[in-house]
C-alpha cells in the first residue's frame, strides 16, 4: 500500500495488526487481507494474482479497501483441488507452515499452497463464527472436505451365502420315477432269424399270468399250457435256444405223462406174502 495509507491509518483509532476488507464494485466479490509494507506508489496497490483471481479483478482494475475489525477464527473447512495434495507426506505440517503468512481467511476464497516446486490450490468453504475470521495468534479446528476430483470406489456387489441361495432357487418340480419292471429285454435267435410271434408287454403277459385256470382232480390243467403262456415266458427273459412253440408243446406232455406213470406204481396193491409158492424140479430132468 502507498505511505500516504499509513499516515491516515495512523491518525486514526485502529485495532492491530491491521486487517482489511477488499471489494470488487464491479462483480460484488469481496476479501480479506492484511497488509506487508507502505512502499507502494501512490494510488496502486499491490496483491497475490490468486487474489486478483478470488475478486475477478484485473491489472489496473478498481478496487475499494476498507479497515476491519475481524473476530478470531475457531474453525475452518478446507477442500483441495485436486488429490495430489493428500499424497503429499505430511499435509498437515505443510498447511500450518503455510497458513502462517496469511493474516486472515474468507468464506469462498481459494489459497494457493507451494511446496516441492508444486502450486496447490485450496478452497474454503466454511469459517466460523463469520465468513471473515483473523487466524494471527488463535487456536483454530481445522477440517478437510474430499477433493473436487476424488471419485469413491465402487462397492462390491454383497454376496448371498450359498444357504440363502439355495433357498432363493425355486425348486423344479420332482420328476416321477419309474416303477422298476423286470425282464423288459428281447428275445433275440442265435442263428439271426427274426422271430414268429412279437414281444408281448409287460403289462399284458402279466395279465395272462394271473387268469384263473381250472384243475380236475388230479391236480393237473385241464387243457395243458396253452401257446401264448409259453410265448409270454420266453420273452419275460428265458432264453431257450432252437426252441419253438411246438417243442414246448412236446416237453410239457413228456412231463405230464412221467408224472401220471409215477404215480400209478405207487396206487398199486403190495401182493400178500404165500410161503412154499415156488416151483419143483427133479433131478433126473
Known amino acids: ?35 506487508l509494507e507502505f512502499i507502494a506508489e501512490e494510488g496502486m ?14 491489472e489496473g482494475g478498481t478496487v475499494r479497501v476498507k479497515n476491519v475489525t475481524l473476530p478470531k477464527g475457531t474453525y475452518v473447512k478446507l477442500q483441495p483441488h485436486t488429490k495430489d495434495f493428500l499424497d503429499i507426506s505430511n499435509p498437515k505440517a505443510i498447511l500450518e507452515t503455510t497458513l502462517r503468512n496469511f493474516s486472515c481467511l474468507t468464506t469462498g476464497d481459494s489459497i494457493m499452497v507451494a511446496y516441492n516446486n508444486k502450486k496447490y490450490y485450496i478452497d474454503i468453504i466454511e469459517t466460523r463464527p463469520s465468513n471473515g475470521i483473523s487466524i494471527i495468534e488463535t487456536d483454530c479446528e481445522v477440517d478437510f472436505a474430499p477433493p473436487l476430483d476424488y471419485k469413491e470406489p ?9 444357504s440363502k441361495a439355495s433357498a432363493q432357487v425355486p425348486e423344479s418340480p420332482t420328476e416321477v420315477e419309474p416303477k422298476f419292471s423286470p425282464f423288459l429285454g428281447v428275445g433275440r435267435r442265435l442263428d439271426g432269424k427274426p422271430l414268429k410271434q412279437e414281444p408281448t408287454s409287460t403289462s399284458t403277459s ?26 409270454s415266458r420266453q420273452h419275460q427273459g428265458k432264453l431257450v435256444f432252437g426252441s419253438s412253440v411246438k417243442n414246448t408243446q412236446k416237453e410239457t406232455q413228456n412231463a405230464t405223462a412221467k408224472e401220471t406213470k409215477k404215480e400209478e406204481p405207487e396206487k398199486k396193491e ?16
Not at 465402487?154 to 450359498?162: V, W
Open 1 to 35: 500500500m502507498p505511505p500516504s495509507a499509513l499516515d491516515r491509518l495512523a491518525s486514526l483509532h485502529i485495532d492491530y495488526p491491521m486487517l482489511f476488507e477488499l471489494r470488487n464494485a464491479a462483480t460484488e466479490r469481496v476479501s480479506h487481507c492484511g497488509v
Open 206 to 231: 402279466s395279465a395272462k399270468d394271473k387268469q384263473p385256470i381250472t384243475t380236475t382232480g388230479g391236480g393237473r390243467d385241464s387243457s395243458g399250457p396253452s401257446s401264448q403262456s409259453i410265448a
Open 154 to 162: 465402487e462397492r462390491p456387489a454383497p454376496t448371498i451365502p450359498s
Open 270 to 285: 403190495v401182493p400178500k406174502f404165500q410161503a412154499f409158492s415156488g416151483r419143483k424140479y427133479s433131478l433126473k430132468g
Open 45 to 58: 496497490i499491490y496483491m497475490p494474482y490468486w487474489m486478483m483471481e478470488n475478486l475477478l479483478l484485473q
